[in-house]
């Protein structure tokens, strides 16, 4: 079993930084690449980005691309989100995944462990 706990949001003004970051623990051996994905009223959860565990490839969503940063710490287990020029329509709430498939991927079906979530708000 594998746990993951966000951390990090809340409300910013457009043009603002936030910095998300979440936590595993237990199998996580298992973990083939990390993700974010976000979740906003009335909509589908949407990739964000995604870090391969190994190699540390990454991978962007193009509505985030050039803004948002994601990292790992793969000494604590720990993955970032960094997210600098927030618009309004990044307000959603963000969800930490962890895949243990064979190949990384952006879709959300290929991650098997998912943590609580976190919300961003951004206001105008």
């Known amino acids: 079993q594998v746990r993951l706990v966000e951390s990090g949001g809340g409300l910013v003004q457009a043009g603002g930084s936030l910095r998300l970051s979440c936590a595993a623990s237990g199998r996580t051996f298992t973990a083939i690449a990390m993700g974010w994905f976000r979740q906003a009223p009335g909509k589908e959860r949407e990739f964000v980005a995604a870090i391969s565990w190994s190699a540390g490839t990454k991978y962007y969503a193009d509505s985030i691309k050039g803004r948002f940063t994601i990292s790992r710490e793969s000494a604590k287990n720990t993955v970032y989100l960094q997210m600098n020029s927030l618009k309004p329509e990044d307000t959603a709430v963000y969800y930490c995944?962890?895949?243990?498939?064979?190949?990384?991927?952006?879709?959300?079906?290929?991650?098997?462990?998912w943590g609580q979530g976190t919300q961003v708000t951004v206001s105008s």
């Open positions: 995944a962890l895949s243990s498939g064979v190949v990384v991927t952006t879709t959300h079906g290929g991650y098997d462990y």
